[in-house]
Structure formats: C-alpha cells, structure tokens
T-cell receptor, first 117, second 114 residues
Framework: AQTVTQSQPEMSVQEAETVTLSCTYD???????LFWYKQPPSRQMILVIR??????QNATENRFSVNFQKAAKSFSLKISDSQLGDTAMYFC??????????????FGKGTKLSVIP | DSGVTQTPKHLITATGQRVTLRCSPR?????VYWYQQSLDQGLQFLIQ???????AKGNILERFSAQQFPDLHSELNLSSLELGDSALYFC?????????????FGPGTRLTVT
C-alpha cells in the first residue's frame, strides 16, 4: 500500500518570504501522479499543483513550485512571495494503482501553514 | 467553485440514527468519490463510483453504503451512527477513474453525532 508522510505538522512564514513544505511517499509503482491540495479555513479542498512521475521537469504554477525527486521519493512544495491568503492546511497526495486495480488518492496528514503579516 | 455540490452543509444527529449525504458531480464527470476527513484519521478514501457502478472501495465501514444514480448524482448513507463518525465528508468527481484524471472536491458536509 502507498503511504504519504508530511513530517511538518505546523509551519509559519513571514509575508513575502519563501517557505518549503516537505512530503515523502512510498510506492513500488513507477507510474503515478503527485498533488498538493490546499484547504483554507473555508474547508474547501483546492488543487494547487500536480506532477506526473514520468516528467523530469518540476511543475510550477505561478508562486507555487515543486521539487520532485523520484529516486528519493520526495515531493516538496515551495511557496514564493507568501501571501496572507496562503494560510491553510496543505495536503500532499499520491495517485497510483492500488492493490484492487484502481487509482485512488492517498493523502498525507497535512501541514498547517500560517502566513504572518 | 469546483462545480461539485454537496447537501446538506451541516448535519447534527444523535447516535444510532441514519443520515444520507448527497453529491452532484461536475457537469460531464462520470466518476464520483467519497472521502472522510476526521481529526484522528485524516483524509481517507471511502468509495468510488463510475457511471453508476461501484468501482473501488477504501476504508468504508459496513454501516456505510453509497450509490450513484442514473443522473450521476451520488448518495452516501451512514447508519447506526456513532460519536466517532463525526467528521467532514467530501465528495469529489472526475471525468473518468483512470490515472491522472483530476478530482474536483465539493465543499463537504460536516456531520456531528451527539
């Protein structure tokens, strides 16, 4: 079974600074996708960024970028120029073939990020 | 707004009762997923439907059941409720169930069992 680990339960960053959230995962699959989801106080789950395992190039979406290290099974999220609206829980998620032959999202426990004015 | 709707937003009920949560997927999406988010278990996949058929099961209790109707909306039925069932229940939808199809999440239903 795949597992996703987020080792930082809470983090804080000053507004306009850069912060990196860590995620590691365990899988025996070679073909999979990785995601970062954001959950603000409104509780809505919002997709921030996705990475296909077969792509060597790291994904970027505006101020959000990832550092994907396939061999190390590491998938960190970098947020540049942090804004107050970035305050949220961030979940790392893995999508790959499970034991039952279907593709599901497996989530980490989350990192609570606070952006300080 | 993801285009996925869930009703009700909040639900308060007593132990032993039965409730039904409803989800309407985004227009054009054929696959529906249910997730449970609780403080101790985190976000867990419960069950998936694709075009009316059950596709995959996760950590879903026997007291819970779901179905997807011909109009593609889905319902999650929770029975013999216990205090530990208090959680946020999300529905998500995607075009298809394969690898890489993005799942769009609804706003969730907050269930409180007293």
């Amino acid at each position: 079974a795949q597992t996703v680990t987020q080792s930082q339960p809470e983090m804080s960053v000053q507004e306009a600074e850069t912060v990196t959230l860590s995620c590691t995962y365990d899988t025996s699959e070679n073909n999979y996708y990785l995601f970062w989801y954001k959950q603000p106080p409104s509780r809505q789950m919002i997709l921030v960024i996705r990475q296909e395992a077969y792509k060597q190039q790291n994904a970027t979406e505006n101020r959000f970028s990832v550092n994907f290290q396939k061999a190390a099974k590491s998938f960190s999220l970098k947020i540049s120029d942090s804004q107050l609206g970035d305050t949220a829980m961030y979940f790392c998620a893995f999508m790959g073939l499970d034991g039952a032959g279907s593709y599901q999202l497996t989530f980490g426990k989350g990192t609570k990020l606070s952006v300080i004015p | 707004d993801s285009g996925v709707t869930q009703t009700p937003k909040h639900l308060i009920t007593a132990t032993g009762q039965r409730v039904t949560l409803r989800c309407s997927p985004r227009s054009g999406d054929l696959s529906v997923y249910w997730y449970q988010q609780s403080l101790d278990q985190g976000l867990q996949f419960l069950i998936q439907y694709y075009n009316g058929e059950e596709r995959a099961k996760g950590n879903i209790l026997e007291r819970f059941s779901a179905q997807q109707f011909p109009d593609l909306h889905s319902e999650l039925n929770l029975s013999s409720l216990e205090l530990g069932d208090s959680a946020l229940y999300f529905c998500a939808s995607s075009v298809a169930p394969g690898l890489g199809y993005e799942q769009y999440f609804g706003p969730g239903t907050r269930l409180t069992v007293t």
